[in-house]
């Protein structure tokens, strides 16, 4: 069964920092591209950022650019993403998802796997 757990969030002050993983079981992460996407409350989904199957090409919405940073270890079957200099804004519950054969987009259709999300709570 293919799945994917995202882990790491959590309350935290604003300026705090969380790192976000995204495991993969059932598959391998190899060949598929990943995007990190949001869900504020009473807002729409946002793509957050993505990374090539290799690593090699990253991308970022305006509003985290300099904040996070994607990364993945395909050894461990795990992408990350660091969260740094949290704003309240940020607040929201982040999915991870898979995309084979695609390029690093932050369109939510062209992702094929989903995690169930994990919860980022920015407030002092």
């Known amino acids: 069964q293919l799945q994917l757990v995202e882990s790491g969030g959590g309350l935290v002050q604003p300026g705090g920092s969380l790192r976000l993983s995204c495991a993969a079981s059932g598959f391998t992460l190899d060949y598929y591209v990943i995007g990190w996407f949001r869900q504020a409350p009473g807002k729409e989904g946002e793509g957050v950022s993505c990374?090539?199957?290799?690593?090699?090409?990253?991308k970022y919405v305006d509003s985290v650019k300099g904040r996070f940073t994607i990364s993945r270890d395909n050894a461990k079957n795990t992408v990350y993403l660091q969260v740094n200099s949290l704003k309240p804004e940020d607040t929201a519950v982040y999915y991870c998802?898979?995309?084979?054969?695609?390029?690093?987009?932050?369109?939510?259709?062209?992702?094929?796997?989903w995690g169930q999300g994990t919860q980022v709570t920015v407030s002092s």
């Open positions: 998802a898979a995309a084979l054969g695609r390029l690093c987009v932050l369109e939510e259709y062209e992702y094929d796997y």
């Open positions: 990374i090539s199957s290799r690593g090699g090409s990253t």
